[in-house]
């Protein structure tokens, strides 16, 4: 079992920066892939942005350039820093992890969410 734990979100002005961390409960080398997702009342849930465990990273055509995704290994969390924030990224943010165990089951895993909202 993993838990994730999402810290960070809040209140900007349009321009603005924010950094959203996502603690594990265990090594997220350990993890397959460590990712940022976000939800609006009106959208389904979108993957915004992925690390795998090798490093490997990847974003959503609609952040890149903007949001960059990093991780602490000491610390067991995730970053996704955020700037030039617009409305438009206004959602529910949520980190998810995935992990394989020994005989090869994969499990997923979501942390609460928090809430980011960019004013006009």
């Known amino acids: 079992q993993v838990q994730l734990v999402e810290s960070g979100g809040g209140l900007v002005q349009t321009g603005g920066s924010l950094r959203l961390s996502c603690a594990a409960s265990?090594?997220?080398?350990?993890?397959?892939?460590t990712s940022w997702y976000r939800q609006t009342p009106e959208k389904q849930r979108e993957l915004v942005a992925v690390?795998?465990?090798?490093?490997?990273?990847n974003y959503a055509d609609s952040v890149k350039g903007r949001f960059t995704i990093s991780r602490d290994n000491t610390k067991n969390t995730v970053y996704l820093q955020m700037n030039s924030l617009t409305p438009e990224d206004t959602a529910v943010y949520y980190c998810?992890?995935?992990?394989?165990?020994?005989?090869?089951?994969?499990?997923?895993?979501w942390g609460q969410g928090t809430q980011v909202t960019v004013s006009s």
């Open positions: 265990r090594s997220i080398l350990s993890l397959n892939a």
């Open positions: 998810h992890a995935n992990r394989r165990d020994g005989s090869g089951l994969l499990y997923y895993y």
């Open positions: 690390i795998t465990s090798s490093g490997t990273t």
